[in-house]
């Protein structure tokens, strides 16, 4: 079983920037954020396919403000979200699949960490 424990959640205001770091046990091919706000469903932010070479997507909503990226030596899943706006306020989730090409559906992610809150005030 794949372990995730996400960290770097906190406040900031409208404009700021925060780094989420998700700490895994083991490699897996593919990595993602998703995102839950109160009442909306889990969405995902960005993904990221690792083989034999790196696949990174973003979300429209995020793309050109956060950045998604993995350090192995690490083993640290992170992201970088610059220019975080109100509609950001979520709990953010780390979440890894086996499969070798990354889905966008968090039914396709067997495993996940425990989440951490965002929160950008305006």
């Known amino acids: 079983q794949v372990h995730l424990v996400e960290s770097g959640g906190g406040s900031v205001e409208d404009g700021g920037s925060l780094r989420l770091s998700c700490e895994y046990s083991?490699?897996?091919?593919?990595m993602a954020w998703f995102r839950q706000a109160p009442g909306k469903e889990r969405e995902v932010v960005a993904t990221?396919?690792?083989?034999?070479?790196?696949?990174?997507r973003e979300a429209d909503s995020v793309r050109g403000r956060f950045t998604i990226s993995k350090d192995s030596a690490q083993k640290t899943l992170n992201l970088q979200m610059n220019r975080l706006k109100p509609a950001d306020t979520a709990t953010y989730y780390c979440?890894?699949?086996?499969?070798?090409?990354?889905?966008?559906?968090?039914?396709?992610?067997?495993?996940w960490g425990q989440g951490t809150q965002v929160t950008v005030s305006s």
């Open positions: 990221l396919e690792d083989g034999a070479f790196t696949i990174t």
């Open positions: 083991d490699n897996s091919r593919c």
């Open positions: 979440a890894a699949d086996q499969s070798p090409r990354c889905q966008d559906s968090p039914q396709s992610f067997p495993y």
